[in-house]
């Protein structure tokens, strides 16, 4: 026996769960179609965009259109979905890779404007994949400290200000967009598990290079226009992709017992419908579990997925209840997925009411 005598046994302690309580969008105003970019670049892009990447047309932004502004919207309706105020929200988070400065954080700016006075802030910069890495840790805050009830995720993309007018690589894919999810302590099911992934070596392959400490922005910068642009240095393999999303996507789920087939709604980085189609071929299921809107939008970044989530209630393809699972990747290489329980945030609004009675 122990010196101090028999240990007790510890009795596992029961975790909140995290569910979605709102969702909204913000988009640009300008619509920029395949046919302006055919004009602009002198040759006709719109076989491969549309056909290949599975974009028709996207959304820039306008002169006074921002990554605050669009988050700042996003939010609003994300709010107003979940039925709630700004003084409800306890911490904000925003993902983006398009930041309003280098300095102060993006999150500060929206947490001012918004009115979210109450709130925490900070920003995620993981790439494309900062959604999904966002939500992670939203789940993760309400679990482990009962201080945070209900988080503001917002993931926001204005790439079109970093684009080059000329480089046909990137001017045809990039558009901008804002997605937001208000996230909430539940005491049933939402969020049932997560998982990250990166490598490092592929970070010389894309990205906006000058700017930072490594190569502050100079005369002789500007003057070359090229590291302070988007640029694809290396064209990531298509395995990347292909073979990392299933990867992730089933050790995800199997962290829940779940399989690939238990899935009723698939959202995959919005960046090229024909990578989609592959990868659900392989998977052996249906297109139509699969929600796209690049057609509309063009590929928006870390924004893409809280968007064609949005999307998906909309054309009500989401129902409660639905096993959904979003995968991100993008430059750095990162790589996050999230798989979920969905409830409907109407649902999520009456029993939030119900114990507000009680």
């Known amino acids: ?70 988050a700042v919207e996003a939010c609003r309706r994300a709010l107003d979905d979940a039925a709630l105020a700004p003084m409800d929200v306890d911490l904000l988070v925003v993902a983006t890779d398009t930041p309003e400065h280098i300095s102060p954080a993006t999150a500060s700016v929206v947490q001012g404007r918004l009115g979210a006075a109450r709130a925490g802030t900070f920003d995620v910069q993981s790439g494309c994949a900062g959604f999904v890495t966002a939500l992670d840790v939203a789940w993760k805050y309400l679990r482990a400290d009962a201080r945070y009830r209900r988080i503001l995720v917002v993931a926001v993309y204005t790439m079109s200000k970093w684009l080059d007018p000329h480089d046909k690589k990137t001017l045809t894919i990039f558009a901008d ?4 999810v208000l996230v909430e302590r539940s005491d049933a099911p939402g969020v049932l598990a997560s998982e990250l992934y990166a490598d490092g070596t592929l970070a010389p392959g894309l990205g906006v290079f000058a700017g930072g400490s490594a190569e502050p922005i100079t005369a002789a910068v500007l003057a070359a226009g090229d590291r302070n642009r988007l640029r694809f240095v290396q064209k990531y393999p298509a395995s990347v992709n292909e073979d990392g999303w299933p990867r992730i996507a089933g050790s995800t789920l199997a962290q829940v017992g779940a399989g690939i087939h238990d899935v009723d ?68 290489l990162s790589m996050g997925c999230v798989a979920m329980r969905w409830r409907d945030p109407a649902r999520v609004r009456a029993e939030r009411a119900g114990e507000g009675a009680s």
């Open 265 to 332: 709604l698939w959202l995959w980085t919005q960046v090229n419908r024909s990578t989609i189609v592959t990868v659900m071929a392989r998977l052996g299921l249906p297109l139509e579990r699969a929600h796209t809107v690049m057609h509309k939008w063009g590929y928006t970044g870390s924004a893409c997925l809280p968007m064609a989530l949005h999307d998906a209630r909309e054309q009500q393809k989401l129902r409660d209840g639905d096993l959904v699972v979003l995968t991100g990747s993008g430059a750095g």
């Open 1 to 70: 026996m122990s010196p101090l005598g028999t240990i007790p046994a510890i009795a596992p302690v029961a975790r909140p769960h995290a569910v979605i309580g709102g969702t909204g969008i913000a988009l640009p105003s300008r619509v920029v179609t395949n046919a302006e970019l055919s004009a602009q670049l002198g040759t006709d892009i719109d076989d491969f965009v549309r056909n290949t990447l599975g974009i028709v047309e996207r959304r820039w932004c306008a002169d006074g259109e921002t990554s605050a502004t669009l």
């Open 177 to 180: 967009g804002a997605g937001a």
